[in-house]
Structure formats: structure tokens, C-alpha cells
């Protein structure tokens, strides 16, 4: 099992900055890749960015390429979620994922809200 315990989300203007943490305890050796979804109200949880833990790897979705970095701390087993520029349309809970031998492990959930 593998624990995600979300921390950063609350309110942000338009054009303002947001920096989400995850830290993920439990059987956290074969995770394979870490990341975020997010989902805003009436709509379905979308694919926001990806690391792979073992790899120098990151993928973003196009919505937030160039706007949002996401890092890890390996010491502290802790991904984060850096959000610039944040635009009204960013509102949504995010989800921090973590993958592990094909399994997804699912934190609770940080409300984001951008708005003036």
C-alpha cells in the first residue's frame, strides 16, 4: 500500500502562484511514476503532468506546459507541483497519483481555486 497525503491548494488570482506537495509513505520502492490529475466541478478528472520516479522524465499536459513544474524530493519522498501564471480555467481539486506495479494509489484531494 502507498499513502498520499496532499498539502498547498487555496485561493490564487488570476496570474498568481501555487506550490502543491505530496508525500507519499507506505511501500513506496516500486513506484514507478508520480503525478497529478485534477477535476474541476460537472467535469471529468483530467491528466495534468507526470515524473518517473527512476527516470529524469516529465510530461505535461498541453493546458499547463510551460505554467506548471512538477519536482520530487527523493529524501523526503515528496513530488510537488509548482503553478505560475495560474488562470481561472486551473480550478479544480487536484489529485496527486503514484503508480506502482501497475497500481494506482490515490491522494485525497487539494481544492485550487483562481479567482479575482
Known amino acids: 500500500q502507498v499513502q498520499l497525503v496532499e498539502s498547498g491548494g487555496g485561493l490564487a488570482q488570476p496570474g498568481g502562484s501555487l506550490r502543491l506537495s505530496c508525500a507519499a509513505s507506505?511501500?513506496?520502492?516500486?513506484?514507478?511514476?508520480m503525478g497529478w490529475y485534477r477535476q474541476a466541478p460537472g467535469k471529468q478528472r483530467d491528466w495534468v503532468t507526470t515524473?518517473?520516479?527512476?527516470?529524469?522524465?516529465?510530461n505535461y499536459a498541453e493546458s499547463v506546459k510551460g505554467r506548471f513544474t512538477i519536482s520530487r524530493d527523493n529524501a523526503k519522498n515528496t513530488v510537488y507541483l509548482q503553478m505560475n501564471s495560474l488562470k481561472p480555467e486551473d480550478t479544480a481539486v487536484y489529485y496527486c497519483?503514484?503508480?506502482?506495479?501497475?497500481?494506482?494509489?490515490w491522494g485525497q484531494g487539494t481544492q485550487v481555486t483562481v479567482s479575482s
Open positions: 515524473t518517473i520516479t527512476s527516470m529524469d522524465s516529465t
Open positions: 507506505g511501500s513506496i520502492f516500486s513506484i514507478y511514476a
Open positions: 497519483y503514484a503508480n506502482r506495479d501497475g497500481l494506482m494509489y
